[in-house]
């Protein structure tokens, strides 16, 4: 039950699925809309959809069938009632001509007037502009809105129930000053048989002096039985309330002779090595007797038992054997009626012990087509064991094996793998089975690996890049992709000699990097390097017990040495004190200090004079002999320690 939605501009609701986006009322007989889409920090439109609507009922019927499908939980109206909005429909320029129908965003839809957007991410903000070719119809752009899930607010309170054993009627009342909604889902159990499952069921509204009654009426019902019901609400645009509470109904008609089974339970009674059943039940008019049924089947054939006195509430089938399913029902038979069959329970004698531990020491090996397993039992009561065999390391594994006796403590089992798939990896493991019939957990499982399949895929792709600090990160292709065998793989380096034309290697290949299948990846970063060193790689794809690929070409890299630029800005002067020397202070950073050399006319070879923190660019000598000509060249040393070129020189005549 909702009101109409009626809007002159643009207007968008949040809904289950999407947002809804409401044009106005203007219905695009003989002219279209077309609406886009943005998100709202995006200055890009993208096109939703164009409409324009053939008023034919065929045209009608399909727009209704396109709309169901991206949110079925509207209710699609049936022929009398959709004939009515066809007839309205050939007739109506503006949506106020559809009277009820503006209440449904799913006819709103099938009539043009608006759009389910289900095309959206969760906690995404967005906008829409609608234009479109009639003059009627101005451009219009709505407020931003999020896709966020809502939950509106319904006070519900159950009313009553009506069970009629052909039916069950049910009533939940909400305030008319409250938040009324649109519809709602119905969900039933067979109680101690089912879970709660949505139904179909006949609904509809009805209204008194301060309440609206949500009347339900579920026809798909059977006399004698209990059921629970509750109801989820939700709005027009199909977001769901507060589920309600769940009420018991029993589906007895008034003054009925027959009691309806509440509790019915079969459990192991190990100190008396029976099934003990237990049960209760309405009060009984006239209750004659209860018979109880038994089968080793669910579907049956169903045996009498036992015939019981109305006051028994308990009964003990001793005549079971143990880790046994048996199945149960309950006849409950008045002095004029024969009772219906009551809810199945099933009951099994548990074993006393417990198989706690797994065989031990598990081994395989493989010899032609045949594989041996052997392991150690673990505890004494085992009476013997099953055998589990799975494709693939992490398949499902399934029993292969008959109960193979043994109270010996090394066992063995030979399996036959001839017809099994030769490109195939086989799993297997054990289970102990002890002598109160319970089996204990799987032990560790072996592999075998037929000989077609040790053939592993040599990686290829290899490639090497250098990052900061000197580092190099090496790829290759996922080779996963190609077997499934591969479970990870071996990184080989060696120094190379750093020369263009020759890679001739200086050491032998060491593994530097090892992974496998619980952390598997085609990538590694080498922060080893050394600057002005040359490095070969190469890579191994690696399998279950030690089988290895060949090893795919190398690729070298060089790590050439990144030396800082030298100090520019050189100049010198004098104070007839000393010769100063200055130089701009660099840009760069994770600089360490500067050197300052000097030599004179006599020698050209420079000679390091001074060593300055970084911070300081200007270096004063003193105490030099006159009569000479002086030069001077400053270099940089970075954090590592890599010292620049020399400057550009520059000189001085000292007199």
Known sequence: MSAPIFSQNLQTYVGKNGIFILFGKNIPINFNYQLERKIAASTEWEPVTNITVDRSTQSLLLRLR???????????????????????????????????????????????????????QAN??????????????????????????????????????????????????????????????????????????????????????????????????SAKRLYRYMIIPYDAFGNEGTPSDTILVKNVKPYSDIPI?????????????????KWSFDKAIALKDL???????????YQAIATLQPADTTYLDSKVEPIETYFYYLQMNSLYNQGYPSVKVAGMLEGIEQAVLPPKNLTIKQQGTTVTLSWTRSERNTRGYYVYRGEGYKGKQVQVSDLVYSKDSLVSYTDNIQNLDSTQVYSYSVVSFNTSYNTSPNSNSVYTVPSAALSLPTPIGLAAYRQSNNKVLVIWKDMTVISPYVTGYELYRREVEVNPTSNKALDDYKIIFQNSVANIQNS??????????????????????NFQSALSAPTTILLNKVLPPPPAGLKVITDNQSIIVEWDKPALKNLKNYKVYR???????????????????????AGLPKGKDYFYKVSVVDSQNQESILSDEVGISWQ
């Not at 018979?291 to 049956?300: A, D, I, N, P």
């Not at 040359?534 to 399998?543: D, I, L």
């Open 124 to 221: 995404q903000t967005y906008q829409y502009r609608l234009t479109s070719n009639s003059p009627k119809v101005s451009e219009q752009t709505s407020a931003p809105i999020r896709f966020v899930a809502q939950k509106p607010k319904y006070e519900l309170v159950f009313n009553k129930s009506l069970p009629e054993e052909d039916l069950v009627g049910l009533e939940w009342r909400i305030s008319k000053r409250g938040n009324l909604p649109f519809s709602w889902k119905v969900y039933r159990q067979y109680y101690l048989q089912t879970t709660m499952q949505e139904i179909p069921v006949i609904k509809f509204f009805t209204a008194s002096r301060d309440s609206v009654i949500l009347r339900t009426i579920d026809r798909q019902t």
């Open 524 to 545: 590694f970063i080498d922060s080893l390097g050394i600057a002005g060193k040359s490095y070969e790689y190469a890579v191994k794809s690696v399998g279950h017990y």
């Open 291 to 301: 018979q109880l049924y038994r089968s080793k089947s669910f579907e049956g054939p």
């Open 66 to 120: 396109q709309a169901h499908r991206k949110n079925s939980f509207y209710e699609v109206p049936g022929d009398t009632v959709f004939k009515r909005f066809s007839k309205l429909m050939n007739r109506a320029v503006i949506s106020d001509s559809l009277y009820e129908f503006n209440a449904s965003p799913l006819m709103l839809e099938t009539a043009g007037l608006g759009y389910f957007d289900t095309e959206v």
């Open 261 to 277: 089974l509440q509790h019915f339970t079969a459990d192991s009674d190990n100190q008396r090595r029976g099934i003990l059943l």
């Open 599 to 621: 030599f004179d006319s006599q020698s050209r070879t420079p000679l390091l004079v001074q060593t300055l923190p970084v911070g300081i660019n200007t270096y004063k000598d």
